[in-house]
């Protein structure tokens, strides 16, 4: 039998104020199995880590479970102190009495005896814990970059120099993002073109950067250091080796489509370049828009082009490689403006975005620079710039400050000034958010411009007046309403992801945050990492930032990348499933259905065999295997019943009347759910102490047995909740639990059982007031339905 | 098709206008309003004044009466029944607590409401159900070279999820004027409010909304302005003999309802007795455009 030392940690008085952590410590080391029981103000600090391992010494302790805050705060500081005393880091096991616990429940009593039962339940877990070792793989040292903005221009450029290789794949024909739109850049007032361009021609001179253009990465599989990926190169008809770029077969062309570069603004050919700095420098045939690659059908660029760098027989092709490490740089788009109906639902060309007016002040842009209404080409004289469009408005658009449209609608309000001096712009605003270097000195000097009229207000409608786009809006600094009539109104549009981030993000397991941006592993101290490891993340892929900020970031990412990339092998985590070769008999149903392709058949042996690099561990397998041979590390079938019955004092009797006291049993996602439970300890948001959290990696590990077991015995509900189908690291794990969980609970119904008992919910870690809330409504409606019938529930199979 | 009708108070006075033409005007669709029994006011302004159960009874006891002649929704075409309305159904809907209170009050009415009547405007029965498609295809006498604005004012888009169409830019009317066959055009104050009640309290509020709602249909070229409500009707239209003597630049231009125009469009032509009911003679720009 193990001997379990448990540390109680005070936390100050962050827990010690709602538990009594002496009383808990003294009763714990009552428990079965328990050596040695202490408590602490500070556990994670260096004295109590010393604590820790002298006692795992000199009590020859075989395993330690330190009750403090969250695993996902310290588990790795215990395990480490743990290792370095001698033991497996995986015999040190966390009990959440912090967040779980001292910060949502204010009554010391019931904290107390909460906590109790929680250190009871890790310890008769730890009690079945495995020697694990982590796994170590060698690494690719080559990197995948996604996205060819500056910011992955930037990432591929300090990979590239460090002497990696990178694959830097690019959905337009040309790369330079955004950036390379733009006419100047805030607050120096530098030509974007001039600053990018040597960046760009860098990629394309540097050996270490391989581009591929119309491409999309279609799959990753594998694990960090080793991913296989596959990339989608759509086919270009034209060989960029051969290709001049005379520009012959654009003149040969007929047919016109708008042209995505300016914007819409104007038009360009089926046979194009996007611009004259284009990387790479060649010409691009859109298929969609093309007549057809038939020579019967059209076939006129062909014939124009003197090389015959012009193939219709190219298709489309898969390529694949191996990396290491991925850069996600997927930049950002703007808001659709025909969502705003007050502002013309983009039915007046005289209404443009931030983006189309970069184009039209732009010097060989659509209007060669002049300032020219789209609508009939008369030049401009009144201006209005709308800020905040879209942005700042939770109830019905973004609720996030976009963050650069302050500062870029001053700079192109200079620049209409510059153009059309004798001009008068006016500029909308709620708050003017200049923060930066050198931004606000900026701003107030396009603020003390006669003919740049700041005005507070919101716009609360554009319409066609005579001639001209006449703006209704409410001066709030002088408390009148303004109307005014000008030529021409610039949306400043509020920044989200890039459209199709969602799918992108759905499709390689990275998580999303609010405002749909791509979400960091920790928002403060990792910010350029993924929560799926080796994923990388840099730029407006992950919210709204200006140029300086990206390209710092896309430094960072790549920074980080390089650290991984410096070591020849990395290091897996080795929970994950097992075989129990007696069991099993290799029907291969677990094989089938492995999201992560991990499990093969033995044939001879007839036996699963789990490839333990790319099994992650999500136990998705487990409740499908007909023979119960399939376990998780560490949190096996037994483990988890030994839980249970801690948690419900087994042998204990329910007491029938009316000062029943439900308990609940969480089964809760440690991506999710969990860290949504930990949030709403952080924000304190009490709820009823009723409920006992059991981590898991995914809900898919849930098979019908350990659902019913807590209700089986004593348990009055359970709550199984996973991260939202769309977001869980484990693609289809959330949907297959909920098919299992349905089937479960139609069963219990046709035995005629409460089958509500038993609850599904979906929780992302950012959800914390909802799951506190949906917790305490569930033990109200438990205690309305009084105590649970067990024996009638034993009788389920 | 039958369609289970709500009239409210103005629609047979002030407004009875609104629902022959109504009446008329769907019948050429071969729909049929049917009244249904026993109803009492919506209750208007009070019941929106605050979320008083006591307020609501007014509404609420219409939706039990329709509930209990077995209807399952109600067609409204004032604005503010259709507004209040609604908001009383979603107010006591899904709120056990709130409707059982609220059955409590009308005891008197035998039965309980159970919450399964549903509220629609007569615009979004035209657009969802008849379709305008089919109600181009049934013009008789095209309202051409006529040019509208159309105009919501507060209740048919606001609060926003009782909107009947995209709340801050609506244009349910206007498409269904050009099915008409009419020039609709947009102007600046078609979601402002007419001043509404303030016309009995503080009728100078009311005087400068309409001017200003008027002035601005009429700079963007309307001939005559569209509506769906008694009270926006009346504000636009008997105000302006105030408006007329106060403001020098000032024209006067009538008011319609919509259902007055399909009538016309659709071949059931118009009534003299509609003429009495309006302030500024609708029958000169009607007679100029060849429509009477």
Same mark, same amino acid.
């Given at each position: 039998?193990?001997? $379990?030392?448990? /540390? ?15 009383? =808990? ?101 730890? +009690?079945? #814990?495995?020697? !694990? ?6 690494? #690719? ?75 999309? =990465? ?152 002049? &300032? ?117 109104? =610039? ?32 928002? +403060? ?124 004092? +087994? ?9 029943? =006291? ?108 909802? /799951? ?11 205690? &309305? ?13 | ?9 103005? !629609? +047979? ?61 109600? $067609? ?217």
């Amino acid at each position: 039998m193990k001997r $379990i030392g448990v /540390f109680v940690c005070h936390c100050g008085d962050n827990i010690a104020g709602n538990v009594d952590v002496e009383r =808990v410590a003294k009763e714990i080391s009552k428990h079965d199995g328990v050596a040695h029981s202490v408590d602490y103000t500070f556990m994670c600090s260096d004295p109590g880590q010393k604590l820790i391992k002298d006692a795992i010494i000199e009590k020859k302790l075989d395993g330690v479970i330190i009750a403090s805050c969250s695993p996902t705060m310290h588990e790795g500081t215990f395990r480490k102190a743990t290792a370095s005393a001698g033991l497996n880091p995986y015999q040190c096991e966390i009990a959440n009495i912090r967040e779980q616990c001292s910060w949502v429940h204010f009554d010391k009593e019931k904290g107390t005896q909460k906590a109790i039962l929680i250190i009871k339940s890790m310890i008769e877990k730890l +009690k079945m #814990n495995e020697l !694990l070792y982590p796994v170590s793989v060698s690494t #690719n040292k080559n990197v995948l970059v996604i996205g060819a903005g500056i910011a992955g221009i930037q990432a591929a450029l300090d990979i590239g120099e460090a002497g990696h290789k990178v694959f830097l794949v690019e959905k337009k024909p040309y790369i330079g993002g955004h950036m390379i739109q733009l006419s100047v850049t805030f607050p120096t007032l530098d030509c974007s073109q001039c600053i990018l361009t040597p960046k760009m021609v860098q990629v394309n001179q540097d050996e270490n950067i391989e581009l591929f253009v119309n491409s999309e =990465v279609e799959s990753i599989d594998g694990a960090v250091g080793n991913f296989k990926i596959k990339i989608k190169r759509t086919a270009q008809y034209i060989n960029p080796d051969i290709c001049t770029g005379c520009g012959d077969c654009v003149e040969a062309c007929p047919e016109l489509v708008p042209d995505e570069y300016e914007e819409g603004l104007s038009y360009r050919r089926a046979v194009y370049m996007s611009f004259p700095q284009v990387i790479p420098y060649t010409y691009t045939l859109d298929i969609d828009n093309c007549l057809g690659l038939n020579p019967i059908a059209c076939g006129k660029c062909k014939e124009a082009c003197k090389e015959n760098a012009i193939n219709y027989d190219l298709r489309d092709e898969i390529i694949e490689k191996s990396v290491g490490a991925v850069i996600v740089t997927t930049g950002y788009d703007q808001y659709p403006m025909e969502n705003i109906g007050e502002y013309g639902y983009g039915k007046y060309p005289d209404v443009v975005s931030g983006l189309q007016f970069e184009r039209l002040i732009f010097a060989i842009g659509p209007s060669g620079g002049k &300032m020219l209404r789209p609508s009939d080409g008369k030049p401009v004289k009144k201006i209005a710039f709308i800020q905040c469009s879209g942005s700042r408005d939770p109830e019905r658009h973004l609720s996030h400050c976009s963050k650069i449209c302050c500062m870029y609608t001053a700079k192109q309000a200079k620049m209409f000034k510059t153009k059309v001096p004798d001009g008068q712009a006016y500029i909308y605003y709620i708050d003017v958010r200049a923060a930066g270097k050198d931004y606000e000195e900026f701003i107030q000097k396009a603020q003390s411009d006669q003919k740049l009229i700041y005005v507070r207000g919101k716009v609360s409608r554009i319409y066609k007046g005579n001639d001209k786009m006449a703006i209704s809006a409410f001066d709030t600094l002088s408390g009148k309403k303004m109307d005014v009539e000008v030529d021409m109104v =610039v949306l400043a549009l509020g920044l989200v992801p890039s459209f199709g981030t969602a799918e992108f993000a759905r499709k390689f397991n990275l998580s999303v945050g609010t405002s749909d941006f791509l979400s960091e592993a920790h928002p +403060k101290l990792r910010p350029v990492e993924s929560v799926n490891t080796g994923f990388f993340l840099a730029g407006t892929c992950l919210g709204p930032k200006d140029i300086p900020e990206t390209v710092a970031q896309a430094s960072g990412a790549a920074s980080k990348v390089l650290s991984l990339l410096a070591y020849d092998s990395v290091e897996k985590s080795p929970i994950i499933v097992k075989v129990d070769a007696e069991k099993c008999d290799g029907c291969g149903k677990c094989a089938e259905e492995c999201i992560f392709d991990a499990i093969t058949i033995d044939k001879i042996q007839n036996v699963a065999v789990i490839d333990e690099m790319k099994c992650k561990g999500c136990a998705y397998c487990v409740p499908e295997c007909p023979y119960d041979a399939l376990e998780q590390k560490n949190l096996s079938s037994q483990q988890i019943y030994n839980m249970i019955d801690a948690i419900l004092g +087994k042998g204990n009797k329910v007491e029938k009347d009316k000062t029943h =006291v439900p308990k609940i049993i969480c089964f809760l996602s440690e991506i999710g759910p969990y860290q949504a439970a930990d949030l709403a300890g952080t924000g304190r948001m009490e709820y009823r102490p009723n409920v006992f959290v059991i981590k898991v990696l995914s809900i898919s590990m849930l098979n019908k047995n350990h659902i019913l077991y807590a209700i089986k015995h004593g348990a009055d509900g359970v709550l199984i909740s996973g991260s939202h189908p769309g977001e869980s690291p484990y693609p289809g794990a959330s949907l297959k639990a909920k098919e299992r969980i349905d089937s479960i609970k139609s069963e219990i119904k046709s035995a005629g059982l409460n089958s509500d008992r038993i609850r599904l919910e979906w929780y992302a870690g950012r959800q914390a007031k909802g /799951f506190a809330a949906y917790v305490d409504k569930f033990v109200e409606y438990l205690k &309305m339905k009084g105590p649970v019938d067990s024996a009638k529930w034993r009788l389920l199979h | 098709m039958n369609l289970p009708y709500y009239p409210g108070c103005t !629609l +047979k006075a002030n407004a009875s206008h609104f629902e022959d033409s109504a009446i008329k005007a769907l019948e050429k669709l071969n729909c049929q309003l049917q009244e249904m029994k026993d109803w009492v006011c919506c209750g208007t302004v009070f019941s929106l004044s605050n979320d008083d159960l006591m307020l609501q009874l007014s509404s609420i006891r219409n939706l039990l009466r329709a509930e209990k002649q077995g209807l399952n929704e109600l $067609i409204v075409l004032c604005s503010m029944c259709y507004n209040t309305l609604k908001r009383s159904k979603d107010f006591i809907t899904d709120d056990k607590e709130k409707l059982e209170k609220v059955n409590n009050f009308m005891y008197m009415e035998e039965v309980d409401y159970k919450g399964t009547v549903d509220i629609y405007h007569l615009l979004t029965i035209l657009k969802d159900r008849i379709t305008f498609e089919t109600i181009q295809d049934k013009v008789k006498k095209p309202l051409n070279s006529l040019k509208l604005g159309a105009f919501y004012g507060c209740l048919l888009v606001r609060p926003k999820e009782y909107a009947i169409d995209d709340f801050e830019g609506p244009t349910i009317i206007e498409d269904l004027l050009s099915a008409l066959g009419a020039e609709s055009l947009d102007f600046a104050y078609k979601l402002e409010c007419c001043g509404a009640y303030q016309t009995l309290t503080q009728k100078d509020v009311s005087l400068k909304r309409s001017y200003e709602i008027i002035r601005s249909a009429s700079r963007a070229g309307c001939e005559a302005i569209v509506t769906s409500c008694p009270l926006c009707a009346y504000n636009l239209d008997f105000l302006q003999k105030e408006i007329d003597e106060e403001q020098v630049d000032f024209n006067k231009i009538p008011i319609f309802y919509f259902t007055e125009l399909m009538s016309i469009a659709l071949g059931a032509g118009w009534s003299s007795k509609w003429s009495e009911l309006h302030f500024v003679d609708p029958e000169q720009l009607l007679r100029d455009k060849h429509l009477l």
